[in-house]
């Protein structure tokens, strides 16, 4: 299954998933886009930064809608961050509306949370490593498993607590029962499936508002319902650091680590064993799972969260044990292995010949503006190794080769061209109209334009601030005509002027019409001629056959007289 995809119509390669990507998980190789899965940590911040909605993540919201028309019964597990998720004061009113969509039992992920802290306790008392990081976030797991393998020993080989929870509710409502899990990660939908038979399906808050929405269900409609079961308050707790109580018996200090960039740190300062008796949270999202990727887009901030979660928990005091049930005979142990992928580096000259190819040939030469998604150019170029983006996609040698390319076209073609601004001074002229126009070959930027051309045409194109294409005109000093075209630019305000010497064409029309006038001449004294003459055969042949007819008429008289005598008549 793939867990992201492109949408190839809507990605126009502004690489903004690559720039905000931590482990540049994405390949753009000759206008192909594709997520690398084996870097790929399924943190979802591509699919969170995308402008034009080019990534999708696996859904599973239909195959959730056949279930509840198809199936017994369909239990959710909520995230702790739900009271955070949505727009209203009343946050059990959302169980109502799970209850509302079909689904049978509603229950806190926080039940699976608290079974997970008396799991990590029981691991910490007899830990023999030096530092200990909570399994809690999956794509922090993957990150781990991809990029620092040799750390797999310092992770407690526990289960996440939306696995605790689906385990438990199986084993509660029986094994028939489809568990679906509801929050605001977008790697949970990986580790179910990695993880099968836990969890038979993954929402986030987001698919789960716009299914309210769609179902046309107000959340403030409603009224508040209490989940079927409940957790304790310190399950409740979770998204704000509830984990911190699980090393207070233990000779390890609690340490929160969230955000890609301080999970980083905190691993290569593992690494190379900088610390020791450290009880690490690692989370790869900024503010943990209270600050997901997958909220509803209802422009909450993560400090209104906060709040939220802070205000629910409060009134949930009142009414909520800070103890739980506990489940025992569960075993919610799990085992983690070396996802690091091994590729063959390449050498640093390798590296500079491919840079050579887009005009980088040495380290001065190196921006490393990030404009095309990766850190430096020596990234760029290991990327480009591996086959994962195309060395010509950088915004430097193509800006270069763009004015570069200018350059050869504006220095070599045989228009006359011509900027001008308003005050009708010379900006630029290229070597043609040089040549055309200022023999003396001066230096004539600043210049007025009419020292050398009537400047009421682009006095036209100013004052409409449109466009004339088109344009003949005869320059009587020069013996020249030119086709010209004027064209407005109005963020800078200046007019470019094209000018097409057509000269030699106009010269040519000029001897063809002579041409066609003497050829009409001859051709009109010829037909006159032929006219005479015709004429003056008609006139014989009219002559000819007069006499020719009084004639036949004389001989036919005589016939006729001689047949009267011959018969006595």
Same mark, same amino acid.
């Given at each position: 299954?793939?867990?992201?995809?492109?949408?190839?119509?809507?990605?126009?390669?502004?690489?903004?998933?690559?720039?905000?990507?931590?482990?540049?998980?994405?390949?753009?190789?000759?206008?192909?886009?594709?997520?690398?899965?084996?870097?790929?940590?399924?943190?979802?911040?591509?699919?969170?930064?995308?402008?034009?909605?080019?990534?999708?993540?696996?859904?599973?919201?239909?195959?959730?809608?056949?279930?509840?028309?198809?199936?017994?019964?369909?239990?959710?597990? +909520?995230?702790?961050?739900?009271?955070?998720?949505?727009?209203?004061?009343?946050?059990?009113?959302?169980?109502?509306?799970?209850?509302?969509?079909?689904?049978?039992?509603?229950?806190?992920?926080?039940?699976?949370?608290?079974?997970?802290?008396?799991?990590?306790?029981?691991?910490?008392?007899? =830990?023999?490593?030096?530092?200990?990081?909570?399994?809690?976030?999956?794509?922090?797991?993957?990150?781990?498993?991809?990029?620092?393998?040799?750390?797999?020993?310092?992770?407690?080989?526990?289960?996440?607590?939306?696995?605790?929870?689906?385990?438990?509710?199986?084993?509660?409502?029986?094994?028939?029962?489809?568990?679906?899990?509801?929050?605001?990660? +977008?790697?949970?939908?990986?580790?179910?499936?990695?993880?099968?038979?836990?969890?038979?399906?993954?929402?986030?808050?987001?698919?789960?508002?716009? =299914?309210?929405?769609?179902?046309?269900?107000?959340?403030?409609?409603?009224?508040?319902?209490?989940?079927?079961?409940?957790?304790?308050?310190?399950?409740?707790?979770?998204?704000?650091?509830?984990?911190?109580?699980?090393?207070?018996?233990?000779?390890?200090?609690?340490?929160?680590?969230?955000?890609?960039?301080?999970?980083?740190?905190?691993?290569?300062?593992?690494?190379?064993?900088?610390?020791?008796?450290?009880?690490?949270?690692?989370?790869?999202?900024?503010?943990?799972?209270?600050?997901?990727?997958?909220?509803?887009?209802?422009?909450?901030?993560?400090?209104?969260?906060?709040?939220?979660?802070?205000?629910?928990?409060?009134?949930?005091?009142?009414?909520?044990?800070?103890?739980?049930?506990?489940?025992?005979?569960?075993?919610?142990?799990?085992?983690?292995?070396?996802?690091?992928?091994?590729?063959?580096?390449?050498?640093?000259?390798?590296?500079?010949?491919?840079?050579?190819?887009?005009?980088?040939?040495?380290?001065?030469?190196?921006?490393?503006?990030?404009?095309?998604?990766?850190?430096?150019?020596?990234?760029?170029?290991?990327?480009?190794?591996?086959?994962?983006?195309?060395?010509?996609?950088?915004?430097?040698?193509?800006?270069?080769?763009?004015?570069?390319?200018?350059?050869?076209?504006?220095?070599?073609?045989?228009?006359?061209?011509?900027?001008?601004?308003?005050?009708?001074?010379?900006?630029?002229?290229?070597?043609?109209?040089?040549?055309?126009?200022?023999?003396?070959?001066?230096?004539?930027?600043?210049?007025?334009?009419?020292?050398?051309?009537?400047?009421?045409?682009?006095?036209?194109?100013?004052?409409?601030?449109?466009?004339?294409?088109?344009?003949?005109?005869?320059?009587?000093?020069?013996?020249?005509?030119?086709?010209?075209?004027?064209?407005?630019?109005?963020?800078?305000?200046?007019?470019?002027?094209?000018?097409?010497?057509?000269?030699?064409?106009?010269?040519?029309?000029?001897?063809?019409?002579?041409?066609?006038?003497?050829?009409?001449?001859?051709?009109?004294?010829?037909?006159?001629?032929?006219?005479?003459?015709?004429?003056?055969?008609?006139?014989? +042949?009219?002559?000819?056959?007069?006499?020719?007819?009084?004639?036949?008429?004389?001989?036919?008289?005589?016939?006729?007289?001689?047949?009267?005598?011959?018969?006595?008549?």
């Amino acid at each position: 299954m793939k867990f992201i995809d492109f949408d190839k119509e809507k990605c126009d390669e502004c690489f903004k998933c690559l720039r905000a990507c931590p482990t540049k998980a994405i390949s753009f190789n000759h206008h192909n886009r594709k997520i690398i899965d084996d870097m790929c940590i399924k943190c979802g911040v591509c699919q969170q930064v995308c402008p034009q909605d080019a990534l999708a993540i696996h859904s599973d919201v239909e195959k959730v809608k056949h279930m509840i028309n198809t199936t017994d019964r369909v239990a959710v597990s +909520l995230a702790p961050s739900f009271a955070s998720a949505f727009k209203t004061k009343k946050p059990l009113n959302i169980v109502t509306a799970l209850k509302f969509l079909g689904f049978d039992i509603v229950e806190e992920t926080g039940i699976g949370a608290d079974e997970i802290s008396r799991k990590y306790n029981e691991q910490i008392q007899n =830990w023999t490593q030096s530092n200990a990081i909570t399994t809690c976030c999956p794509a922090a797991n993957y990150f781990v498993e991809m990029y620092y393998p040799e750390q797999i020993s310092t992770m407690l080989p526990v289960v996440s607590p939306m696995l605790a929870h689906g385990k438990i509710m199986k084993k509660k409502y029986g094994e028939n029962t489809k568990v679906i899990f509801i929050g605001p990660c +977008l790697a949970k939908k990986a580790e179910s499936k990695e993880m099968s038979g836990y969890i038979d399906g993954v929402l986030t808050f987001h698919e789960l508002y716009k =299914w309210f929405l769609d179902s046309n269900i107000l959340l403030d409609n409603l009224s508040p319902s209490e989940f079927d079961r409940s957790t304790s308050i310190h399950g409740k707790k979770y998204p704000l650091g509830a984990i911190s109580s699980c090393g207070k018996d233990s000779n390890f200090e609690y340490i929160k680590v969230h955000g890609f960039n301080q999970c980083r740190e905190m691993m290569d300062d593992l690494k190379e064993d900088k610390f020791s008796n450290l009880l690490i949270e690692l989370n790869i999202c900024k503010g943990s799972c209270i600050n997901g990727p997958d909220y509803p887009d209802n422009n909450t901030s993560y400090f209104e969260k906060i709040e939220k979660m802070k205000v629910y928990i409060d009134k949930s005091t009142k009414n909520n044990s800070n103890e739980s049930e506990i489940h025992h005979n569960f075993n919610f142990d799990r085992s983690f292995k070396n996802k690091m992928i091994i590729k063959d580096p390449p050498t640093i000259n390798e590296l500079k010949d491919i840079l050579k190819r887009i005009d980088k040939f040495d380290e001065k030469d190196y921006l490393n503006c990030g404009a095309c998604g990766y850190k430096s150019c020596i990234d760029k170029a290991e990327a480009c190794f591996y086959g994962f983006s195309d060395i010509s996609m950088c915004m430097p040698y193509l800006r270069s080769k763009a004015e570069s390319m200018q350059s050869i076209i504006f220095e070599n073609t045989p228009n006359l061209i011509l900027i001008i601004d308003r005050e009708m001074n010379i900006l630029d002229y290229n070597p043609a109209f040089n040549k055309m126009f200022n023999k003396n070959n001066l230096n004539i930027k600043d210049y007025n334009v009419g020292n050398y051309i009537n400047d009421d045409i682009f006095k036209r194109v100013f004052d409409s601030k449109g466009n004339i294409t088109g344009l003949k005109e005869r320059f009587k000093e020069i013996d020249k005509v030119f086709f010209i075209n004027l064209i407005y630019i109005e963020s800078d305000d200046v007019v470019v002027s094209i000018m097409t010497d057509i000269t030699t064409n106009e010269k040519n029309k000029e001897e063809l019409s002579i041409v066609k006038g003497q050829t009409l001449k001859v051709c009109q004294e010829v037909i006159n001629k032929q006219m005479r003459a015709a004429q003056e055969i008609a006139s014989l +042949l009219g002559e000819t056959t007069a006499e020719t007819k009084v004639n036949l008429n004389k001989l036919k008289n005589i016939v006729l007289e001689e047949d009267t005598d011959e018969n006595g008549v």
